[in-house]
């Protein structure tokens, strides 16, 4: 499957405050998916980008995929307590390592 | 999307046994597949079970480990074999949604091996 790096582990955020998390890849992605995994769940597909330089947004979540198609983004405003969980980038059948989030009240 | 049941959601076994974990969804679906968690880790690709053939195995894991069965369109299982603490993780089962679905997953099965 295709590789794909995630960035950061893990990211404690200030409620209220914003965070991103990346994922990269070295070679052209055909799309990419991202998921949420709340803790002690499972994963569930939040969306998918297909084209080059792809802009979706869901509410407080804005989601990029680049140029070039090797990095894909996930920025997050004004985080609430009910953003906690790991965020899963994939593609392929191969997902990233994953960004857990926590937050601080 | 589909709805996957999945069973059982958690398991305490003995090192020796083998248990076969059962993924039933509420549509036909060509390919599901078995995934393995690790705790705290990612998601890592077990297998892939298509009905009428055998199921594909990623590199690391074999079929003497974990045999699939895939008897119809909406039913699959996993069985871990010969257990032993290495292989307490979470699995989960997945298919597709098409297009612009992503992946469903079931709710996992937790074992434990002691």
């Known amino acids: 499957g295709q590789q794909v790096m995630q960035i950061p582990q893990y990211q404690h955020v200030q409620e209220g405050e914003d965070f991103t998390t990346y994922c990269n890849s070295s070679?052209?992605?055909?799309?990419i998916q991202w998921y949420k995994q709340r803790p002690g769940g499972h994963p569930v597909f939040l969306i998918q980008?297909?084209?080059?330089?792809e802009v979706k947004k869901q509410k407080r979540l804005t989601f990029q995929f680049g140029e070039a198609k090797k990095n894909s983004s996930l920025h997050i405003t004004a985080t609430q307590t009910t953003d906690v969980g790991t965020y899963f980038c994939a593609s392929k059948l191969s997902f990233g390592a994953g960004t857990t989030v926590t937050v601080r009240a | 999307s589909a709805v996957i049941s999945q069973k059982p959601s958690r398991d305490i076994c003995q090192r020796g046994t083998s248990l076969t974990i059962q993924c039933q969804v509420d549509?036909?679906?060509?390919?599901m597949f078995w995934y393995r968690q690790q705790p705290g880790q990612s998601l890592t690709l077990i297998a892939t079970?298509?009905?009428?053939?055998?199921?594909?195995?990623e590199s690391g894991f074999v079929i003497d480990k974990f045999p699939i069965s895939r008897p119809n369109l909406t039913f699959s299982t996993l069985t871990v074999s010969n257990m032993s603490p290495e292989d307490s993780s979470i699995y989960l089962c997945s298919v597709g949604g098409g297009a612009n679905y992503g992946y469903t997953f079931g709710s996992g099965t937790r074992l434990t091996v002691v």
């Open positions: 549509s036909q679906v060509t390919m």
């Open positions: 070679t052209t992605l055909s799309n």
């Open positions: 980008l297909v084209k080059s330089g």
């Open positions: 079970a298509n009905q009428g053939s055998e199921a594909t195995y």
